[in-house]
């Protein structure tokens, strides 16, 4: 009868480990149905080209048309200038996203005549 009792409490301790570590692992994975997971936030859009156009940039900023043409590389003579940093490919002008992510947080307090 001991030898029954021992049996059967070494039964029961496993199976309260296994329902206990279960508990855990439900817990911890990321379909938890408690509504207690964390949730990641993307403050920047993702885009998977590396380079935009002036459509594509007007829309990665969301900003209108006439304020884009305002940052979009101007000819002076010889010298192109821009405000925003840019590549040009033959007679179009790109700009990389993670020059523009920069471009945006070194200038994010300036004002643009």
């Known amino acids: 009868m001991k ?44 885009t998977k080209d590396q380079l935009l156009s002036h459509s594509e940039l007007q829309e990665y900023l969301g900003i209108k048309q006439d304020q884009v043409e305002k940052l979009l590389p101007k000819k002076e003579g010889n010298v192109t200038k821009s405000q925003i940093p840019y590549i040009q490919i033959g007679y179009e002008y790109y ?5 523009v992510d920069l471009w945006l947080e070194e200038t994010e307090a300036a004002i643009f005549d």
């Not at 296994?18 to 207690?36: E, K, R, T």
């Not at 997971?37 to 859009?45: A, H, L, N, T």
């Not at 700009?95 to 020059?99: E, M, T």
Request: net charge negative; hydrophobic share 45%; aromatic share 8%.
């Open 95 to 99: 700009f990389p996203v993670k020059a």
């Open 3 to 46: 030898q029954f009792a021992s049996s059967l409490a070494q039964i029961f301790l496993g199976l309260c480990i296994l329902a206990g570590s279960w508990m855990i692992a439900d817990a911890m994975s990321d379909n938890n149905p408690s509504g207690n997971s964390i949730e990641q936030v993307q403050v920047k859009p993702q």
